[in-house]
């Protein structure tokens, strides 16, 4: 990992986040590495980062997924990132993508199937939570007109598996679902304790409206404004607010806005406010039914 995928998965990200703008020290403060670094893999032949990641079983096509996947989420936060970084490195841990390079370097290891076996089956806990995600995400990836609602930040399916009492019992997709030549694509397959913001928002709604077991974001403009009016959808508002250093503000705000006086909402509309791009949270039984959902919508805003 610290020898071989990660210099190399992290030139790409470098050189993608320089491609967007920002500047060495900022690229160096993201990351965690020195300016001097940066400049190095701005500078170096990329090609070297894609062999030492062919070794990994990823294509060219797949590393440049992966970098763009984390170049996102870097710029989120540290935090994101890494969590992104583990499971990507996990995921290939238990298919078994690393044992040849590991075998090359300790022969001795060549029966040695430790990480297949604990990181290849991660659904034990909510099995059928990630098998709903996984379908919702199916029908998400094959719309061509469901990249047309979808934010800037990218989006995510979240479904709660069992009583769902915390955010690692909430299932969803590493990274969320970013927009790949003009379709939703996941990069990892759902797995428990993905996402830490969905994850929120779905369990703060859950302890008002605990038929909800899954949650979906998808953009907030005013044409989706007058869809969700058309097909009769009760939204409740939140937004306008400033960021203030605390680390999920929409958590915060959902937290003051909820309560026994709310009323019934199928939706909550977040309208952004410093720093935050405008959002719609739709809510449903499960993963399935709020992906059909947010097709709905997207043929709508589509066809108009």
């Not at 400049?39 to 992966?66: I, N, P």
């Not at 993508?97 to 040695?112: E, K």
């Amino acid at each position: 990992m610290v020898q071989g995928f990660l210099p190399a998965i992290r030139q790409l990200v470098a050189r993608q986040l320089g491609a967007q703008g920002f500047s060495q020290n900022k690229i160096s403060a993201m990351l965690g590495i020195t300016q001097a670094s940066v400049s190095l893999y701005a500078s170096s032949d990329v090609s070297r980062s894609y062999s030492a990641l062919a070794q990994f079983g990823l294509s060219s096509e797949e590393a440049d997924r992966y970098a763009s996947l984390l170049s996102e989420d870097v710029r989120l936060s540290a935090v994101d990132g890494v969590a992104t970084l583990s499971s990507i490195w996990t995921r290939l841990l238990g298919s078994g993508a690393v044992c040849p390079a590991h075998r090359s370097q300790y022969p001795s290891l060549a029966d040695c199937d430790v990480c297949i076996k604990e990181y290849g089956e991660k659904g034990a806990v909510g099995s059928d939570a990630i098998s709903e995600v996984a379908e919702a995400v199916r029908s998400l990836e094959g719309s061509p007109t469901f990249a047309n609602v979808m934010p800037e930040v990218s989006v995510n399916v979240a479904c709660a598996a069992g009583s769902a009492e915390s955010p690692a019992d909430v299932v969803a997709i590493p990274g969320r679902i970013v927009k790949v030549r003009g379709r939703a694509r996941a990069m990892l397959p759902p797995e428990s304790g993905a996402s830490r913001h969905l994850s929120k928002v779905l369990l703060i709604v859950r302890r008002l409206r605990p038929e909800f077991r899954a949650c979906m974001n998808i953009r907030y403009d005013k044409k989706v404004g007058l869809i969700l009016k058309r097909l009769h959808l009760r939204s409740i508002e939140i937004g306008d607010y400033a960021v203030s250093g605390k680390e999920d503000p929409t958590a915060d705000a959902l937290r003051r806005r909820l309560g026994p006086s709310s009323g019934a909402f199928d939706v909550i509309v977040d309208g952004g406010g410093s720093g935050i791009e405008p959002n719609t949270y739709l809510f449903a039984k499960g993963a399935r039914e709020v992906a059909t959902l947010a097709l709905k919508i997207s043929r709508l805003y589509s066809a108009n």
